[in-house]
């Protein structure tokens, strides 16, 4: 089946601790977004990448890294530096049409 | 910058209703605009894709129309189910390299 695959589900992260989201999709797609979802507020965009080895900052980057090294894979690692982290985040690719496809998500928390 | 409102934030109706999302967006210069239907805890799942070329999209039981010169967007679910309960949300592309912007969505319950 094609899709995206956002893992872990739920992750947990521990004060002053680095984690990594992991997102990979079989749909052949050059583009990719990772999204930042709080309640009440729609979906924020943190980084995208149009092409392997290049990435661009979205509205709340600050605190968060990618890398593109391959088109199937684009990681997310949340840092110490984000004083926030805890919410819902969104993985997704664009198609040539273009139409915009999803992951279903990773839940961090911080413990 | 784009800016895209969603109203009304919550909306319940009675199983069996016609109902209408409404979506608005700030600048008309739009390549493309997506509905999408997010389950509590789940990610956005694509419901109808409008290119700025188009007047209106349908899927089953779901109209979506464009009016791009006003800045606005209507889903329209006829005979709403309380399988349609979820969070609807609407999205807009400047180009077709950029990145979607997003509304808050709409919060559906429908009642049995």
């Known amino acids: 089946d094609g899709g995206i695959t956002q893992s872990p589900k739920y992750l947990f992260r521990k004060e002053g601790q680095n984690v990594t989201l992991s997102c990979e999709q079989n749909l052949n797609h050059d583009a990719m977004y990772w999204y930042r979802q709080d309640p009440g507020q729609g979906l924020r965009l943190i980084y995208y990448s149009q092409i392997v080895n290049d990435f661009q900052k979205g509205d709340i980057a600050e605190g968060y890294s990618v890398s593109r090294e391959k088109k199937e894979s684009f990681p997310l690692t949340v840092t110490s530096a984000q004083k926030n982290p805890t919410a819902f985040y969104l993985c997704?690719?664009?198609?040539?049409?273009?139409?915009?496809?999803f992951g279903q998500g990773t839940r961090l928390t911080v413990v | 910058k784009q800016e895209v409102t969603q109203i009304p934030a919550a909306l319940s109706v009675p199983e069996g209703e016609n109902l209408v999302l409404n979506c608005s967006f700030t600048d008309s210069a739009i390549y493309n605009l997506q509905w999408f239907r997010q389950d509590p805890g789940k990610g956005l799942t694509s419901l109808l894709l409008i290119q700025s070329s188009q007047r209106e999209q349908t899927s089953g039981r779901l109209n979506a129309s464009l009016d791009k010169s006003s800045g606005r967007s209507t889903l329209y679910i006829a005979a709403s189910q309380p399988g349609d309960s979820a969070t609807y949300l609407c999205?807009?592309?400047?180009?077709?390299?950029?990145?979607?912007?997003f509304g808050k969505g709409t919060r559906l319950s429908v009642i049995a």
């Open positions: 999205a807009v592309r400047r180009s077709g390299n950029t990145p979607l912007v």
């Open positions: 997704a690719s664009r198609s040539p049409l273009p139409e915009a496809f």
